[in-house]
Nanobody, 124 residues
Framework: QVQLVESGGGLVQAGGSLRLSCVAS????????MGWFRQAPGKEREFVAT????????DYADSVKGRFTISRDNAKNTVYLQMNALKPEDTAVYYC?????????????????WGQGTQVTVSS
């Protein structure tokens, strides 16, 4: 069972930036696509971004496109989410997830392992 540990969350003013990291245990990190999801208070968890096993294919939610960048370092078993131009509506708990295979979908069902989440709060 893989373990995913997120870090990098915090409080930031609108327009600021944060970089989230997610470190995965085990030796098979590079065999799987990875993703980021988020859940705001009172709302369902939603897709943010995905990246294929090689890092060559990425996909984003329309709400973050052009502001967020997902990347990975397979040598470090780590996936990142660079968040720029943050808005108050980006406030949420952000979750890292590992996909079932090498290319991920935007659906939660496409992922089988989840981290515990890291809080991101954007003040206006």
């Amino acid at each position: 069972q893989v373990q995913l540990v997120e870090s990098g969350g915090g409080l930031v003013q609108a327009g600021g930036s944060l970089r989230l990291s997610c470190v995965a245990s085990g030796r098979t990190f590079s065999s799987y696509a990875m993703g980021w999801f988020r859940q705001a208070p009172g709302k369902e968890r939603e897709f943010v971004a995905t990246i294929s096993w090689s890092g060559q294919i990425t996909d984003y939610a329309d709400s973050v496109k052009g502001r967020f960048t997902i990347s990975r370092d397979n040598a470090k078993n780590t996936v990142y989410l660079q968040m720029n131009a943050l808005k108050p509506e980006d406030t949420a708990v952000y979750y890292c997830a590992r996909a079932w295979g090498t290319v991920a979908s935007k659906r939660e069902a496409g992922f089988n392992s989840w981290g515990q989440g890291t809080q991101v709060t954007v003040s206006s």
